[in-house]
């Protein structure tokens, strides 16, 4: 079935682009990997880190040319790289730790992002306003025709993101009393969430529960696997289906 938009959907859009400045225009580049094989599994690594940051060095720069030349703004510009299960034949973790060394080429003082403190309601929280900040800063970039050090504005971004958490962390601990802390899903997969967690509990006294990378699952890729198995076994539904956040696990809206 098709599905139409509503006039409501259509103007919170033209909002998003004319007033949030937000797009989803985005360009792409392709990395093969496959000159980097070598039966050394250090030298795999290095080689890989070595080639994604040679190639991709100046993607933020072409993107602009593009932007300049078709007079569209292009928000993403991301990479996209040969499956690490098709270059490496015994750790493909190897290869992701190499991945994430190569996104963490920045300066996380160099940008200034809002860190959210714990108020009144402490465990409540947002990042949008962490979100529209460094969004804003790479549309004021633009706009002044600024070189942006994109491996600086993630550097600070994860850096935002892990003062944000880490906090809530240790006050609920303190509130609580508890000596054990579990931390699961895609974002425990972060290096530097998982330094700053492993820090904070050990001035805490507190054992935690890390789980290796192979396990740090993000929600999409587990809702995704679910709905694979739902699937076959023959679970499915129509577009009609809608989205509840607020509905529990027994069924009912809460």
Do not use: W
Request: one cysteine or more; proline letters at 4%; hydrophobic letters at 40%.
């Amino acid at each position: 079935m098709s599905y139409l938009m509503n006039s409501s959907e259509i103007l919170q859009t033209i909002e998003m682009i004319n007033q949030q400045h937000l797009d989803v225009r985005t360009i792409t580049m392709g990395i093969s990997l496959f000159s980097c094989v070598t039966d050394d599994e250090d030298r795999l690594c290095k080689n890989v880190y070595d080639h994604i940051t040679r190639r991709a060095e100046n993607l933020v720069k072409i993107g602009r040319e593009i932007e300049r030349e078709i007079g569209v703004p292009i928000v993403n510009k991301r990479i996209s790289v040969t499956p690490v299960s098709m270059i490496s034949g015994s750790d493909p973790l190897a290869i992701a730790v190499a991945l994430d060394k190569a996104a963490q080429q920045g300066d996380e003082t160099k940008y200034s992002l809002p860190v959210a403190k714990p108020g009144e309601n402490p465990y409540n929280m947002s990042f949008s306003g962490l979100k529209t900040a460094a969004l804003n800063l790479i549309h004021h970039a633009e706009q002044v025709a600024e070189e942006l050090d994109i491996n600086s504005l993630c550097a600070a971004f994860c850096a935002a993101v892990s003062d944000t958490l880490v906090p809530r962390v240790v006050q609920a601990m303190k509130q609580t009393g508890r000596k054990k802390l579990a931390v699961a899903g895609g974002v425990a997969a972060n290096s530097r969430i998982r330094n700053d967690i492993l820090s904070a509990a050990s001035k805490l006294g507190a054992q935690v529960y890390l789980p290796p990378l192979s396990l740090c699952g993000d929600n999409a890729a587990m809702i995704g696997a679910q709905g694979y198995f739902e699937y076959l076994a023959g679970n499915t539904a129509g577009m009609e289906l809608n989205a509840y956040a607020t509905k529990s696990i027994l069924g009912e809206t809460v």
